[in-house]
């Protein structure tokens, strides 16, 4: 008889509940270091195409090899020289070395295509490092392994995807996921996640939301023993994470899971009423999207409009820049499958914790307060143009607002209309159909400064929408995605309430529409508030409009208008809770 494995024992850990739902299935590790390498085998004819690929990976090696050398130069004395002889030990290995004969004469003799000849040469010279038991030849091992692991990702270029072949149920743990990472889950697919590093209010986080994928982050002991294949639930609503659960927990998180799913079929019911407060204040619920595809779950949550696109995420996971006719393909589709309702498409936000490889812009050393969105459009007008073109156009299809993110001047909202004007005047020129009239232009108020300077910007825009997510961040100094801090971020401070409050008076003076699309928008805990202060547009992950919606229905604008005047004379965040929480307590 085969040796029965011994049970796992059952693991039970702690992190942050960031998405909400209960997720039973088996474990993927995901390491975002591994390369998946495709192997096959290519016909004769095909084998010079194989080795002009090759050269072409080696090629973008050695000039990002360059690059990391002219960084290197720049840092302090020893880690600048340590650096410096790695990276010219990479660029040796990059020139006609061993390596690279080696691979040629793979693909040549064994007829096999490149990834694979890369993997098997590097696997022997590895082999032979190692054998040497030289503690310096292994180091150098693991560098040829890092180089090896260039020139694959090279090679798969823009095909190269992980979380391909996952079977239904997998539940991805991970010491961190990107935003373009979680971008690529497929939610038929991927049931739930857990990672060790990432906040709340990442957009990993928000991904998560987006996708109705139960998450927890910031599990500080996750990858200790987890296996892939193991069984796991993800706990998203107490922040829990089991490993192995016993036959008891197993059952008893499933009977959770089927109460909590049973819940949002009755929510689901709400889709058709309208969201209206008792005392009959009509309140706009728009979704937040990243991807087009979430278009059909924004319909069936009944969403009145896309409050948010987040069109940066269509910059992600690719090697280059989408073009004008991409975009536009995108933005259409979108504003199609909306049937009349609007769509608002906010301009690249990349920086923070968002990248973007293909636009080739390397992060400074604080990426949320570098070149991150309206600031790289304006750096980069040939980005910003052909957004905004693409945009004009697919905003012929349907109603269509245009958000400018992360603006701190008004300088800045002027720029951009000068590039909108300049699209305009040469789409006309070229007799494209435009829509008219033309989509109005708005500013996020996610910056403090832009918060303070509101009443300029709201004459030089014709709506606002709220970031609270980055006007948190940015007021209290908090680094959204970084879970040691997570406890320190709490968009209920008075300075920050303050700023939101400054900014709907200063659209109220000037007549013009505000909303709110950061995530406390989607939260029931500050809905009685926000609308208190006069906020009647909530935009938030779709999957929260049936939960937001239910709690508008049993609330009273009246009351929570007084209550909103008694938060406003508070100096301690803690007292602002308790005024919140007890006027309005949301159930579990
Ligand atoms: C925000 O900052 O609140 C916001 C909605 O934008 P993002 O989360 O994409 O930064
Ligand atoms: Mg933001």
Known sequence: MPPVAPCAAEQVLNGMAVSRGIAI???????????????????????????????????????????????????????????????????????????????????????????????????????????????????????????????????????????????KGTIILAEELTPADTALLDPKVVAGIATVLGGAESHTAIMARSLGLPAVLGVADLLRQARTGDTVVVD?????????????????YRRMRAEYLRGRRLLARL???????????????????????????VLAAGAEGIGLLRSEFLFMNRDDAPGEDEQFDSFKAVIQGMQGRTVTIRTLDIGGDKL?????????PNPSLGLRAVRLSLARPELLETQLAAILRAAAFGPTRILVPMVATVEEIQAVHAALDRVVRRLTRARVRLPD????????????????????????????????????????????????????????????????????????????????????????????????????????????????????????????????????????????????????????
């Not at 659960?245 to 059952?251: R, S, V």
């Not at 973007?356 to 400074?364: R, S």
């Not at 708005?442 to 403090?448: F, K, R, S, W, Y």
């Open 25 to 167: 299935g088996t474990v993927h590790r995901h390491d975002s270091e591994a390369v998946s390498v495709p192997e096959y085998r290519v016909a004769p004819s095909r084998v010079a195409e194989e080795k002009t690929r090759f050269a072409a990976a080696i090629d973008t090696a050695q000039q990002q090899v360059a690059q990391m050398r002219d960084k290197a130069a720049r840092l302090e004395g020893a880690a600048s020289e340590e650096l410096g002889y790695l990276l010219d030990a990479y660029q040796q290995m990059l020139h006609g070395s061993r390596l690279v004969r080696g691979v040629e004469g793979r693909i040549e003799a064994d007829r096999i295509n490149a990834e694979a000849a890369v993997q098997r040469e590097i696997d022997t010279i590895v082999h032979v490092f190692e054998a040497m038991e030289d503690s310096y030849l292994a180091g150098r091992a693991a560098d040829v392994r890092d180089l090896g692991r260039r020139i694959i990702r090279n090679l798969a270029g823009k095909s190269w995807r992980p979380f391909q072949s996952l079977p």
């Open 236 to 252: 998203g609503r107490n922040g829990r994470v089991v490993l192995n659960p016993t036959a008891d927990l197993l059952a008893a």
């Open 271 to 297: 889709r058709d009423v309208p969201a209206v407060t008792r005392d009959g204040q009509r309140v706009a619920l728009e979704a937040n999207i990243e991807l087009p595809s979430e278009v059909a779950s």
């Open 356 to 364: 973007a490889h293909g636009l080739g812009i390397t992060p400074g």
């Open 437 to 588: 009239p033309l989509p109005p232009l708005g500013v996020m108020i996610e910056v403090p400064g832009a918060a303070l300077g509101a009443d300029a910007l709201a004459w030089n825009s014709q709506f606002f929408s709220i970031g609270t997510n980055d006007l948190t961040q940015y007021t209290l100094a908090i680094d959204r995605a970084d879970e040691t801090v997570a406890s320190l971020y709490n968009p209920l401070h008075p300075a920050v309430l303050r700023l939101i409050q400054f900014t709907a008076e200063a659209a109220r003076r000037a007549r013009i529409p505000v909303a709110v699309c950061g995530e406390i928008a989607g939260d029931p805990r500050y809905t009685a508030l926000l609308l208190g202060l006069g906020i009647h547009d909530l935009s938030m992950s779709a999957t929260n409009i049936p939960v937001v919606k239910q709690h508008i229905r049993s609330l009273d604008l009246a009351a929570a208008t007084r209550m909103a005047r008694t938060v406003m004379e508070q100096s301690d965040a803690g007292r602002i809770a308790e005024l919140v929480d007890g006027f309005s307590p949301i159930p579990t």
